[in-house]
Nanobody, 128 residues
Framework: QVQLVESGGGLVQAGGSLSLSCAASGRSFMSYAMGWFRQAPGKERELVAVISVNSASTYYTDSVKGRFTVSRDNTKSMVYLQMNDVKPEDTAVYYC?????????????????????WGQGTQVTVSS
């Protein structure tokens, strides 16, 4: 089992910045790629960013490239999402998720089904 707890959400003005954190506990953090997903009201959950076990590989959905940065600290079992130049369309509940990758330490899975553990989510609201 892996337990994930997100924090850092809130209300921010368009053009501002927000930093999300996700604390992991349980099984070896270094066996999991970590993803950030979001779900806006009335929309499907979408993948925002992924970081591999060794941080060598990252993935970003097109709409956040150049604005969001995913990072992780394996010594602290933490993953972060730095959100800059936020837009009203970034408003959503943001979820941290862990996907088992085993020895594939550079893998950044983009299939939602690859993620077996999820946090409870944190609300991000961007005002215009």
């Amino acid at each position: 089992q892996v337990q994930l707890v997100e924090s850092g959400g809130g209300l921010v003005q368009a053009g501002g910045s927000l930093s999300l954190s996700c604390a992991a506990s349980g099984r070896s953090f270094m066996s999991y790629a970590m993803g950030w997903f979001r779900q806006a009201p009335g929309k499907e959950r979408e993948l925002v960013a992924v970081i591999s076990v060794n941080s060598a590989s990252t993935y970003y959905t097109d709409s956040v490239k150049g604005r969001f940065t995913v990072s992780r600290d394996n010594t602290k079992s933490m993953v972060y999402l730095q959100m800059n130049d936020v837009k009203p369309e970034d408003t959503a509940v943001y979820y941290c998720a862990a996907g088992y990758t085993g020895i594939r330490i550079s893998w950044t899975p983009t299939d939602t089904n690859a993620y077996g553990y999820w946090g409870q989510g944190t609300q991000v609201t961007v005002s215009s």
